[in-house]
Every structure is written in C-alpha cells, then in structure tokens.
C-alpha cells in the first residue's frame, strides 16, 4: 500500500511539473512579447532622427516577427497598430489578441493572451 502512494503521489508531482512547465512558458512568452512590443513603439531612433519613421505594415511584420522568435503565432490581423498625436513625433500604440492552447494527458485547454504596448 505505502508503494502504491508513493507511485501515484510521484505521478500526480510530475503531473504537476509538466502543466505547470507549459503554463509558465507561454506566460513568459507573453510577457517578452509585451516588452518587445513597448520597445518597438517607443521608436527610439526615429526621435532621435536616425532612422526614418516605421510605417504601420512595418510595426506589424515587426511584431510578428518578435512573436515568431517567442515560438507565438500571430497572423497580420491580430496585430492592431494604431498612431496618435503629431505626424512629426506620433505616439504608437501596438497590440495583440491570441490563443495559446496547452496539451495535457487526458484533456486540454486554452489562455487568451492580449499584450499591448501600454503601461
């Protein structure tokens, strides 16, 4: 019987360790993709005049891009860019809206993810 418990309760750890494995790493792809995303907005070397202002297709592939490097799919219409304030120094606001499904043994489901650009 003592056997039996320590069977099933090194299980249920494992169990455990890879959900929480899975879990932990699409929150951490989220969250460096919502950094990058701030990084990519802030425009720091078109304020500063060393590069030409990026046009909203840029920022879009730009995101994209930095989601393929964090293993996130994103398709061009879940990334939403928009521009406010003057043409000369616009504020840029960048956003995403995914779904990241995560696989278990017996069953599956699915975190809604919407990083942003925002503080």
């Known amino acids: 019987m003592r056997k039996v418990k320590l069977i099933l309760g090194l299980a249920v750890l494992a169990f455990l360790g890879v959900a929480g494995w899975q879990i ?3 929150e951490l792809a989220n969250i460096e ?4 995303m701030r990084d990519l907005a802030a425009q720091v ?13 840029d920022f879009r592939r730009a995101v994209m891009r930095k989601a393929q490097e964090h ?6 219409e879940q ?5 406010t304030g003057p043409a000369e120094a616009p504020l840029i606001y ?3 809206d995914y ?7 017996g069953f ?12």
């Open 24 to 26: 932990a790493s699409c």
């Open 33 to 36: 993709l919502r950094e990058d």
């Open 45 to 57: 070397g078109s304020r500063i005049g060393l590069t030409p202002q990026s046009t909203d297709e």
């Open 71 to 76: 293993e996130i799919q994103l398709e061009p």
């Open 79 to 83: 990334v939403t860019v928009e521009r």
């Open 94 to 96: 960048l956003a995403a």
């Open 99 to 105: 779904k990241v499904s995560v696989k278990l043994p």
């Open 108 to 119: 599956s489901f699915t975190f809604h993810f919407t990083p942003s650009s925002a503080k």
